[in-house]
């Protein structure tokens, strides 16, 4: 699978890739028809569910692959594939979102927010888009997607608040994320592709990307709380104390499980092992817990998964590409290739070429994680927020289309920060 030449395997695995976009991309549809023919209506609504699609496409892809090559060469690749970020996206998702974690985000951003000059309700609301998001950089972008998306749902989301709100709202969010966890070099996926190879440690990721991801996240924040501060002010948020408090041992041992998780995110033995441990402690103190995000988690765990066996054969047009640019054209082509493909299989294909000048390093990097909210596949963490929020949208499903429009301006101010400064 390392020959950049096309083969008849790769050929199809391109077209079977552009099958799964046009089917990201058309899930109401398939909404449409589970409504329209009730009789296998589980059938399209499982179609149309967004996690789904790519792993759908990756069992495709592999069947083609037996039917081609045989069974051996089929598990071979399939066994080649490194599914490490797609269970460490399950695992960090279930800790993240429980309740002594998400209380005690809660109290924190609460008190952040009473330090804004500004109506409670839109200081939460610039809060979560922005603290948040760059706390990302220090328990990585899955579980700063998790919190923000939670207390989002829990805050905004469940009001009647207008579409337009949600969408600019996951807009932003999305490309925060991306941007946001770039000021160190292990918690955003695209940067952790390529970071030890390129010798980058936190000074280098912190001069070079970190303080202009800051100073566009807090402008996409900014922005964003005062172009919607009319509606935002007309919304109530509940008390902050609404539930019995848990006691403070039982949520110091879900963060160290939370933080001995991203420490081991290299290793999923480690990780699944520390799982198995915290569902034996959830269970066991069950009365101060909510119910797991286990089936979110999965599926969005399924759709990265797919997305791996999809995208690993995708290099031998991917990085020709890439590589025939210069420094200055990579950004934007990287900008606008993120939005068709992982932002981390993009760092990761130019890791493989050696002899790469500084500059092109830093833009195609910059570039990948500048498109990172411009759809749903874009940055692993995309599918954990959308998860969670979708419940919310119009016939439980966001539409590509308008959140592409919504993510368009953050997106260029990101390009401002990251080009300009």
Sequence with gaps: MENLSPTTVQIIAACIFALALLHTFS????????????????????????EVVFGFWAMVMVLVMLALTGPDQALEYVESRNFTEPMFVFVIMVVAATRPILDMATAGVHALARLMPL???????????????????????????????????????????????????????????????????????????????????????????????????????????????????????????KTVRVPMVVMLVHVL???????????????????????????????????LILREALLVAFFLAGLVVLGGLQQWWLQPLLMSMSADSVYYVATGLTAITDNAALTYLGSLVEGLSEEFKLA??????????????????????????????????????????????????????FRLL
């Design 27 to 50: 899930t109401k549809f398939f909404h449409d028809l589970a409504q329209r023919n009730p009789r296998h209506g589980g059938v399209w609504h499982l179609l149309g569910e967004v």
């Design 119 to 241: 109506p409670r309700t839109m200081a939460m609301y610039f809060v979560l888009l922005s603290f948040v998001p760059l706390l990302g950089s220090f328990i990585t972008e899955p579980a700063a997607m998790t919190l923000a998306a939670l207390m989002l749902r829990d805050t905004i989301f469940r009001q009647p608040v207008s579409s337009m709100l949600k969408y600019a709202t996951l807009g932003v969010l999305f490309v925060n994320i991306s941007i946001g966890g770039v000021l160190t070099p292990f918690a955003a996926p695209p940067v952790l592709m390529v970071a030890a190879k390129w010798n980058w440690d936190i000074a280098y990721m912190l001069t070079h990307f970190g303080w202009r991801a800051a100073i566009a996240v807090f402008v996409n924040a900014l922005a964003i709380t005062l172009l919607l501060r009319r509606e935002l002010v007309r919304l109530k948020l509940d008390p902050e104390a």
């Design 257 to 291: 499980f939370l933080a001995a998780v991203v420490v081991t995110a290299h290793h999923p033995v480690v990780f699944m092992g520390l799982l198995l441990f915290f569902l034996g402690f959830t269970t066991a103190y069950a009365r101060h817990q909510s119910p």
């Design 364 to 417: 195609l990097v910059a570039g990948a994680v500048t498109g990172g909210g411009l759809t749903l596949i874009a940055n692993a963490p995309n599918p954990a927020g959308a998860a969670i929020l979708k419940q919310h949208f119009p016939n439980g499903a966001i539409h590509f289309f308008w959140l592409l429009v919504a993510a368009i301006p953050p997106t260029l101010v990101a390009m401002a920060a």
